[in-house]
């Protein structure tokens, strides 16, 4: 035989830190069924453990439009292959969506013969709900806003932005801001204002013209802010202008 104690007292132990967590953590095994749901999965969603366990997490408790997404994560993380800061939305018991993000972990045995995966979660409802704030307070302000991702290209332009230019934010997005819109010779001025926000550095009062949808030359006053993501890495620039061609 084999004194298997020390090794069932540390999984006991194991077990508890996992329930006990503050962060919502479930398993599921090899075919996809929960094995691991702890107090604070529990909290987040209002099912039990005992409402989940041995049912399948993919097919009970994910939102049709992340299914395939989610399913793709799990295979990956069976396969080895392990997913950091994956978002995805929970169905509670009261039929809500819990926005949440994920890192999804191999489990593996013994004798490392991997037996399923282990997320360890984060519930972003309130984030997101703020994000998509933010998003609609930017889109409604009577001052032209627009946003350039890490490569310049458009991923913000409100309906101010779209009414003194001409041109909406279906056309603009994904475009590179300087290259397109921004006249010859103030092109490299723009691009050093912006590569500047990038590394950190903000811009205040910043005078260059846009061109518009009908060729006319717009004097903008610009002040660029870094964009920053939740754990404070650099995302892009945002641009809040005023109009000052009158003036």
């Given amino acids: ?20 967590a503050n962060a919502p953590i479930f ?3 090899v075919h996809g069924r929960v094995n ?3 107090k604070s999965a529990t909290n987040l969603t209002g099912f039990t453990s005992e409402d989940v366990m041995g049912r399948h997490l993919v097919n009970e408790f ?25 978002e995805f939305p ?21 004798q490392k013969h991997v037996v399923g ?3 360890i979660g984060q519930d972003i409802t309130a984030r997101i709900n703020q994000e998509q704030e933010y998003a609609r307070l930017i889109d409604a302000a009577n001052a032209p806003i627009f946003g350039i991702d890490r490569d310049g290209r458009v991923d913000v332009w ?3 932005a779209a009414r003194l230019t001409g041109f909406g934010g279906e056309e603009v997005a994904g475009k590179r801001l300087v290259e397109e819109y921004i006249t010859d010779d103030y092109k490299a001025r723009v691009q050093e204002v912006f590569t500047k926000a990038l590394a950190g550095e903000e811009t205040a009062n910043f005078e260059f013209p846009l061109v518009t949808k009908a060729g006319a030359r717009l004097e903008v006053l610009l002040n660029a802010t870094t964009r920053r993501d ?11 202008g005023q109009d000052i061609t009158a003036r």
């Fill in 1 to 20: 035989g084999q004194d298997i104690t020390a090794r069932m007292a540390q999984e006991q132990e194991y077990a508890r830190l996992i329930d006990t």
């Fill in 27 to 29: 398993g599921i095994g």
């Fill in 36 to 38: 691991v749901w702890n």
């Fill in 62 to 86: 994910i939102t049709e439009d992340y299914k395939e997404r989610v399913q793709e994560v799990f295979r990956n993380a069976l396969n080895g292959v392990e997913t950091a800061n994956f």
């Fill in 90 to 110: 929970l169905v509670t018991k009261m039929g809500t969506r819990v926005e949440v993000l994920l890192n999804a972990t191999t489990r593996r045995d013994e």
């Fill in 117 to 119: 995966v282990v997320g």
């Fill in 158 to 160: 409100n309906q101010c």
């Fill in 230 to 240: 939740a754990q404070n890495r650099v995302t892009g620039v945002v641009g809040i």
